[in-house]
């Protein structure tokens, strides 16, 4: 085994890796860009060696810097976590060239999946079935039109050298063709410097299940049963499960087979993923799965399959790397119970998903009954330059539904101040009725997003108690006496006082009364809630609202309120008094970067008029593509951005002419 090892990653990846080298006695050597300095991987690692600036390009993935960076602390090995380097041949290559260990698989393996087309007909070599389309090299306009045609719409174009969903486009008519490939292959550009496309059957109400499978470099493989990644948004996995709920003994060892004999086929070493869609269309059946591709690293939902088959993956990946053989073989493997995972981002699902930013002013996780795997912790800061990824929380149980209920009970627990996350729509997706009732598919998710998106709205209980934080009424009591607390505000008889409530877009206007030291009555437009404060050392907060008490848990900033009541997080804002505004006055007229990022299209020039929802602007930040749309009916009055351009956060990139200017 390995003494000390590289971990060319950051975030939860290297924590979690960090945390079984560990446990195995193993030294461990973190890298880091300027922007990670105080970052918890560093901390948690033994040594940890700068390499670079933010910009993912000069630090996390520069092949050079990282080996350097191993060469000079004496480790003997790189693991490459996932994403940045993890599936780049030629870095697996030159990490091998200096002598040192790569834990993963070797350079040939992962060239024969790193391109979609060579890796299907590979598989189709293999006698492993694939998406009916067509992978070959043809890349006319008119051809693949041709080759679509005969594969029969809907139809998916794929970027050969896709991941993570970009460059892939669901055609429904012939007449669209055209223009979706375009915009394929446009986007595969610029993504991967590759525009070659695949054409494949698009399939309707599809599951994605893939396989575990783990090799070694005696020539064993062994699967590790199956995952259910069907809720995705935008392709991209948001809850995986394993095992997939409807599975069969027949269909399982159909796909764990068909996975072993994928990773033989490329005489796989170390970890690996082989991904299949599932036509669901009559139910799961052992005909009806594809290969799709496959990854050649450890995946983000592998604590899922840790849950079920009670083993530690990244354990077996450097038992692997280290030369010894796969520490148990299939028959030796079970599955125990269900396990969930949820991926916990910094992100707006009001607003499209806009990856959001911000210093997480308060981050508490369950204390029992929940594997956290986190990236950060209290006090770090969501930067505009790698994943939000916030944490995993991953839970396992005897069955499905105790699974899904600790999976709902610790999202609800789970407490983040600071930035906007997804934990709310996390928590509705847990309770969405066909996922509860074990039928996924990729569809859900989009079917039902608005119920899902929408803004969580304050109740009266979270308004009332937001209104007392903003009168002062949870003041830390001075003394014995809780009337003293409330110092100028009450020293005699009954007083009351105004507060406006701001959240989301809406506000709220309501009084406060004190009516004795611990009794308030919070008067709406038409009606009064009384509050009854029972305790309040400044940590642990119980009040009676209308006869019903609740814990309340709050976390105060100059800026608002974030207020953690029966599950939700609801966020009040404060105005700052000295902003007058403004925003507010400008009536939709700027349109405003929501966070740094590039300009990649600009739709409009100066004089267009532009109407309400049109899409103006078209940004990348945070390895999404954000489009800008018009707030009102309008004239472009100056364009202050053009193509390519950076801009910074708040940055002005568009005005309208003022609505009363003719
Ligand atoms: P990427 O490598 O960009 O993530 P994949 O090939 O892994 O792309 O596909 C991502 C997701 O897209 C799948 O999990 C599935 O939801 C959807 N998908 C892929 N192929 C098809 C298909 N032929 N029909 C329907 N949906 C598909």
């Not at 070694?216 to 997939?244: M, T, W, Y």
């Not at 690293?297 to 088959?309: C, K, W």
Request: one cysteine or more; proline letters at 5%; hydrophobic letters at 45%.
């Amino acid at each position: 085994m390995f003494s000390k090892i590289l971990i060319a990653n950051r975030g939860e990846i290297a924590c979690r890796v960090i945390r079984t080298a560990k446990r195995l006695g193993i030294r461990t050597v973190a890298v880091y860009s300027d922007a990670d300095r105080d970052a918890l991987h560093v901390a948690l690692a033994d040594e940890a060696v700068h390499i670079g600036p933010a910009a993912a390009s000069d630090s996390y993935l520069s092949k050079e810097k990282i080996i350097a960076a191993a060469k000079r602390t004496g480790a003997e090995a790189i693991h490459p976590g996932y994403g940045f380097l993890s599936e780049n041949a030629g870095f697996a290559e030159a990490v091998e060239a200096d002598g040192l260990v790569f834990i993963g698989p070797s350079p040939a393996s992962i060239r024969a999946m790193g391109l979609k087309d060579a890796a299907k007909a590979l598989m189709e070599k293999a006698g492993v079935p694939v998406v009916p389309g067509y992978h070959g090299d043809g890349q006319e306009a008119s051809f693949l039109a041709e080759q679509a045609a005969a594969i029969g719409f809907p139809v998916l174009i794929k970027a050969r050298a896709g991941g993570g969903g970009k460059g892939m486009r669901r055609v429904d008519r012939p007449e669209d063709f055209g223009v979706s490939l375009e915009a394929a292959k446009r986007e595969a550009k610029s993504a991967f410097g590759d525009d070659a496309v695949l054409i494949e059957k698009y399939l309707i109400k599809p599951r994605h299940i893939e396989i575990q499978v783990f090799g070694d470099s005696q020539g064993n493989v062994v699967h590790l049963f199956e995952r259910d990644c069907s809720l995705q948004r935008r392709h991209q996995k948001v809850i995986e499960e394993a095992p997939a709920p409807g599975m069969t003994a027949e269909m399982r060892s159909a796909m764990g087979e068909a996975a072993v004999r994928a990773a033989r086929a490329i005489d796989y070493r170390g970890a690996g993923t082989v991904e299949f869609i599932a036509d669901v269309s009559d139910g799961l059946s052992p005909d009806r799965f594809f290969f799709m591709e496959m990854n050649t690293r450890l995946q983000v939902e592998h604590p899922v399959t840790e849950a079920i088959a009670g083993v530690d993956l990244v354990e077996w990946q450097l038992r692997v790397a280290s030369g010894e053989p796969l520490p148990k073989i299939q028959d030796e493997l079970t599955i125990n119970g269900w396990a969930f995972e949820a991926r916990i981002y910094a992100e707006d699902p009001a607003r499209g998903f806009l990856p959001a930013t911000g210093t997480l002013a308060r981050v508490r996780f369950p204390e029992s009954d929940v594997r956290i795997d986190a990236g950060v912790r209290e006090g770090d800061s969501i930067t505009p330059h790698y994943d939000p990824l916030i944490a995993k929380l991953t839970v396992h149980a005897p069955d499905r539904a105790a699974a899904l209920a600790k999976l709902t009970g610790g999202l609800e627990r789970t407490q983040v101040a600071g930035t906007i996350t997804n934990l709310d729509f996390l928590v509705r997706l847990s309770r969405q009725p066909d996922f509860a009732a074990g039928s996924p598919d990729t569809g859900l998710i989009d079917r039902d997003m608005e119920v899902l998106t929408s803004v969580q709205q304050p109740g009266d209980t979270a308004l009332a108690i937001a209104a007392m934080v903003e009168a002062g009424g949870f003041a830390p009591s001075v003394g014995s006496d809780p009337w003293l607390s409330l110092g100028a505000w009450q020293i005699w008889g009954q007083s009351s006082r105004p507060v406006t409530l701001h959240f989301a877009e809406d506000q709220r206007n309501v009084r406060v009364i004190a009516k004795a030291p611990s009794l308030f009555d919070i008067v709406f437009d038409d009606r009064s809630i009384s509050v009854r404060l029972l305790e309040n050392d400044g940590v642990s907060r119980r009040v009676e609202i209308d006869g019903r008490q609740t814990h309340v848990d709050l976390f105060e900033t100059s800026s608002g309120v974030t207020l953690f009541l029966d599950g939700h997080t609801h966020q009040f804002h404060r105005l700052d008094p000295l902003d007058g505004g403004e925003e507010a006055a400008s009536g939709g007229d700027r349109v405003i970067a929501p966070m740094p990022g590039l300009v990649k299209i600009v739709r409009v020039r100066e004089g267009d008029a532009v109407s309400k929802g049109q899409a103006l602007i078209v940004m990348e930040a945070m390895k999404m593509e954000l489009t800008l749309s018009a707030a009102r009916d309008g004239i472009v009055e100056s364009l202050h951005v053009g193509e390519g351009d950076q801009t910074s956060e708040s940055a002005v990139l568009l005005s309208l002419r003022p609505e009363d200017a003719t």
